[in-house]
């Protein structure tokens, strides 16, 4: 199994709403990202987890909350978040974070904030 | 600070060789040459990578300058269905990759 699953496909949310995107992997990988898209931009890093342990956060807004509940899982809850918070959310996975591990990307949840 | 500069589009005529330049001129002696694509609407792919020689697998050849300022992503047979972004990319581990603008290649039938 080499794929990074990503629910949902498409999200609509209120920026009053509180919503989570959920990314899992069954490859055995020990390092999960987080990326954000706007259209026709390449992808931003947001989260690095390794281990299950936040190692990089790029400056990301606190209305962006990640979690790390297993090796295999990794969540993106959403807060109050803005029209501008529109995007596609790629989740991706790596053997590991600190060696030239290729990662292996979802096919992305795409955001919409009204 | 952009790492690497590609040309913004290309295209190519299928079952011909693309040929896909990227320059990182101030590439450090430990950071690796990586190659992703994204179609369109789906997550980025990686392809290859390499450090200083050159590397070949089932997807793409990379050719890398014996100065490593430059690089070219070869396709050897492009088909419809590699018509992408290809982005170009130097880091020394995994969790430090940054997207550049990449290029639009189209293939043309």
């Known amino acids: 199994d080499t794929e990074v699953t990503q629910t949902p496909k498409h999200l609509v949310m209120g920026m009053t709403n509180k919503k989570s995107l959920k990314c899992e992997q069954h490859?055995?990988?020990?390092?999960m990202y987080w990326y954000k898209q706007k259209a026709k931009k390449p992808p931003e890093l947001m989260f690095v987890?390794?281990?299950?342990?936040?190692?990089i956060n790029e400056s990301v807004p606190s209305r962006f909350s990640p979690e790390c509940p297993n090796s295999s899982l990794l969540n993106l809850h959403l807060h109050a978040l803005q029209p501008e918070d529109s995007a596609l959310y790629l989740c991706?996975?790596?053997?590991?974070?600190?060696?030239?591990?290729?990662?292996?990307f979802g096919p992305g949840t795409r955001l919409t904030v009204t | 600070d952009a790492k690497t500069t590609q040309p913004t589009s290309m295209d190519c005529a299928e079952g011909r060789a693309a040929n896909l330049p990227c320059n990182h001129s101030?590439?450090?002696?430990?950071?690796?040459v990586y190659w992703y694509r994204q179609i369109h609407s789906q997550g980025p792919q990686y392809i290859i990578h390499?450090?200083?020689n050159n590397e070949t697998n089932e997807m793409a050849s990379l050719i890398i300058t014996e100065d490593r300022k430059s690089s070219t992503l070869i396709l050897p047979h492009a088909t419809l269905r590699d018509t992408a972004v290809y982005y170009c990319?130097?880091?020394?581990?995994?969790?430090?990759?940054?997207f550049g603008s990449g290029t639009q290649l189209t293939v043309l039938p």
């Open positions: 101030t590439i450090s002696g430990n950071e690796y």
């Open positions: 390499g450090l200083k």
């Open positions: 990319l130097v880091s020394e581990s995994a969790r430090q990759l940054t």
């Open positions: 490859m055995g990988h020990r390092a």
């Open positions: 987890y390794s281990y299950e342990k936040l190692s």
């Open positions: 991706a996975s790596s053997l590991g974070a600190d060696l030239t591990y290729e990662q292996y």
